[in-house]
């Protein structure tokens, strides 16, 4: 297993109660980092398709590699799966490793072995509940991370760029425009069994629980937060029309646009932190209610 030694520049500590009070430690890591999760007290990282694993209180990192059970070297998205504890590795060959709360990995070649007309380019991955969603350019497919077998699938007009369920629906946005949804439990290959809800082009979308309740949160072509209703209906919450993503963690999620901001998932009250060097931060982790790790272009970690 590879080392790599991180200097320690200065400080990445966020108080996230007070967001204007930020002082911030950079890791000189790679450029290429562009996304985290935690798991068993390990921050995971993604840079390119490669993956690293750090603790949070140590400058040093490792990687992450087939010689840890990982199906391959291209893992292109990093999803936690809160359900069980566990992280998802959906990979660009379409293989799903799953590694458990016991750090055992299980891996899903469901999607790569099945025959289907059209790219199987994965263009997002999202976890709703006990299902993981993989939009790819054919469709999607809907995946059981219990039994890890495939669900459903569904074939678009044009690629598919956000597939998701919520409030017993699914859901699929497509790259030029149009957001479909489609009762759970009717037959998704009947066109008249979807229908239309939108005619704009999303820029993200998150599927989040808090209090054993689910929301959705999306990110319009004018680039404003709505919050989805469960008739597929949703109202606006802001009007900065900055916003390019969305990132939940812990008891907040996180939005990026000028600077990033920070909301609380119990009030939906926003606190804007607009510290210039870090307004194009790629991805977020909260350890806790004061500590807060972000991925930058340039500075990394």
């Known amino acids: 297993m590879k080392k790599f030694f991180i200097l320690l520049l200065y400080s990445l500590l966020i108080s996230l109660s007070y967001a204007y009070n930020t002082s911030w430690e950079v890791f000189s890591t790679y450029s290429t980092y562009s996304q985290l999760e935690e798991h068993n007290g390990l921050l995971y990282i993604r840079s390119d398709n490669a993956v690293f694993h750090i603790k949070p209180e140590e400058a040093l990192a490792a990687s992450f590699t087939?010689?840890?059970?990982?199906?391959s070297t291209s893992v292109q998205f990093i999803i936690k799966y809160e359900e069980k504890k566990s992280l998802v590795f959906v990979h660009s060959d379409a293989t799903v490793d799953i590694l458990s709360s016991d750090n055992k990995i299980n891996s899903i070649f469901g999607l790569k072995k099945k025959t289907i007309v059209g790219s199987k380019k994965i263009n997002h991955a999202t976890i709703c509940g006990k299902s993981l969603f993989l939009a790819c350019d054919f469709g999607f497919v809907e995946i059981d991370l219990e039994s890890y077998l495939i669900t459903n699938y569904h074939f678009t007009s044009t690629e598919c760029s956000f597939a998701f369920s919520f409030a017993g629906g699914i859901y699929y946005a497509l790259t030029v425009g149009g957001v479909w949804?489609?009762?759970?439990?009717?037959n998704l290959t009947i066109e008249s069994n979807w229908e239309k809800t939108e005619d704009k082009v999303l820029k993200d979308v998150i599927v989040f629980s808090n209090n054993d309740s689910t929301y959705c949160w999306i990110i319009d072509d004018k680039k404003d937060i709505h919050i989805l209703n469960p008739d597929g209906s949703h109202h606006k919450t802001s009007t900065r029309k900055c916003y390019e993503q969305l990132r939940s963690s812990g008891r907040f999620v996180f939005s990026r646009g000028w600077g990033f901001d920070i909301i609380d998932k119990e009030s939906q009250e926003i606190s804007y932190v607009q510290?210039?060097?870090?307004?194009?931060?790629?991805?977020?982790?909260?350890?806790?209610?004061?500590?807060?790790?972000?991925?930058?272009?340039?500075k990394g970690l």
């Open 66 to 71: 087939q010689l840890e059970g990982l199906s």
């Open 275 to 298: 510290s210039a060097p870090y307004s194009s931060c790629r991805d977020f982790h909260a350890v806790d209610d004061s500590t807060l790790f972000a991925i930058h272009p340039k």
């Open 181 to 186: 949804r489609c009762e759970k439990g009717k």
